[in-house]
């Protein structure tokens, strides 16, 4: 079935939004391998420094529900587009390492309005759901793996600086994009639902619902989905670094017409680009294998790859690209079972609220990781941080069995959770 001219209009827009978020979240790893070299600061200084940016963008997601609610979810992703596209003009006039902790930090409260805001919009505006939530996590993705190609691939031959520039282009024509869009963001509620900007939750209400979510089997999956922003953020983060330090890296012989490009950031790329793949297949699968089923079977393959990279390194590039693509499938193939997950263990009435704070968990505590592992990195040797992101994929995966052996009902004290045939076990 075709979209309908709002549905086309809301997807249009959210799409955008949501690939430009990942379009920037993603560069930005590619940029610390350059600042790394650019500034006399060590690895565990500048670790602290991009998580100042990359938890913002978690810890700002409830906060950015309600004013989507307060002010509208069409100003809020236009003021979140605005804001990033800011702060790359800002990193890149960054002659020190305040102005680049300056530019990240303005980064991550931008970018933290846009997934409560743009799932709104889409739950409320939005007819056909299905498919626009499709198309959505489609543009993500495509995100994930266009910021970093294109940050790698301007690097050959710009600086940095003009390089940050560049980037903020898109952001800044999705802005005039989105002002001139026009769409319905309630068409999908009735009439007197509650779901224009008129009406937030207010502060009593705030503490109940989360005091009733947190008093049932949400208060697992939320420590699993923190565990799994650990891994994904550390990891995420410091492999461009990694990869660029591996002997297999510096052993390629590249011809003289290929000089300037980094094998290291194609690869990063790659496992991306992968990512898309193990991300459809995540999907598919969880009409099929219940999420705390998928989510352990997943930690236990994401743990294993971890303890794995540094010997399988050793064993030369083609290791090396067969490995990363590998971790790249299935570091994205868990994120459909983990918000799957947050459906089937939380009731209807209290769903936004639970996933923003699933956002909070996945990228706000995840980027603990960040600071954590560049301390490792520089003080430690390489299997240590390996070991260090291993342990948060076994812990995510103890607390997911707990969940196939109906740990969750001993803490379920307040409204049952939504159940479906497909998952229960």
């Known amino acids: 079935m075709a979209l309908n001219p709002n549905d086309r209009s809301i997807a249009g827009f959210t799409m ?10 993603t ?8 600042w790394l070299a650019e500034f006399d600061v060590g690895v565990a200084l500048f670790g602290l ?25 069409k100003r809020l992703i236009l ?5 990033m596209s800011l702060a790359f003009l800002v990193l890149s006039i960054g002659t020190s390492i305040y102005a680049i902790a300056a530019g990240l930090l303005l980064w991550g409260i931008a970018a933290s309005i846009y997934h ?13 759901r299905g498919t626009v939530f499709a198309w959505h996590g489609i543009a993500g993705n495509a995100g994930i793996a266009l910021g970093p190609f294109a940050a790698a691939t301007l690097l050959i031959v710009l600086e940095w600086q003009l390089v940050a520039a560049l980037l903020a282009l898109p952001g800044l024509v999705a802005v005039l994009y989105g ?36 008093a049932s089997a949400f208060a697992i999956v939320f420590v699993v989905v923190a565990f799994e922003g650990l891994y994904y953020r550390g990891m995420l983060t410091y492999l461009p670094e990694i990869l660029h330090g591996l002997p297999a890296m510096d052993a390629l012989d590249l011809p003289a017409s290929l000089e300037g490009i980094e094998p290291a950031d194609y690869i990063y790329v790659g496992l991306l680009v992968v990512g898309m793949a193990g991300q459809y297949a995540g999907g598919k699968l969880t009409n099929r294998v219940a999420p705390a089923r998928g989510m352990a079977a997943i930690f236990g393959v994401l743990a294993v790859l971890a303890v794995a990279f540094v010997p399988v390194t050793g064993l030369g590039l083609g290791a ?3 490995l990363c693509g590998v971790f790249g499938f299935f570091l994205f193939a868990i994120q459909p079972f983990y918000q799957n997950a947050v459906a089937v263990y939380t009731p209807p009435d209290s769903r936004g609220l639970s996933y923003g704070y699933t956002y909070l968990g996945e990228f706000g505590l ?12 520089g003080g430690f040797p390489l299997s240590a941080f390996f070991l260090l992101i291993a342990g948060f994929a076994v812990a995510g995966g103890l607390l997911s069995l707990g969940l196939v052996v109906g740990l969750d009902r001993y803490l379920v004290t307040g409204r049952a959770p939504e159940k479906r045939p497909d998952v229960d076990d």
């Open 116 to 128: 409560p805001a743009g799932l709104a919009l889409i739950s409320t505006g939005v007819e056909d």
């Open 27 to 34: 560069s930005i790893p590619i940029f610390l391998v350059v």
């Open 320 to 322: 090396i690209v067969v």
């Open 366 to 377: 995840g980027s603990a990781s960040i600071a954590i592992g560049g301390f490792v990195l």
């Open 16 to 25: 955008a939004g949501h690939a430009l978020v990942h379009w920037f979240e």
């Open 79 to 83: 003021a979140c587009l605005a804001g």
């Open 49 to 73: 420094v991009v998580a100042l940016g990359y938890a913002p963008f978690g810890l700002g997601a409830l906060p950015g529900g309600i004013l989507a609610d307060r002010f509208g979810t």
């Open 179 to 214: 002002l001139t869009a026009e769409f319905d963001p309630a068409a999908a509620v009735d009439d007197d639902a509650d779901a224009g900007p008129d009406e937030a939750l207010s502060l009593s209400d705030l503490v109940g619902d989360s005091r009733a979510l947190f």
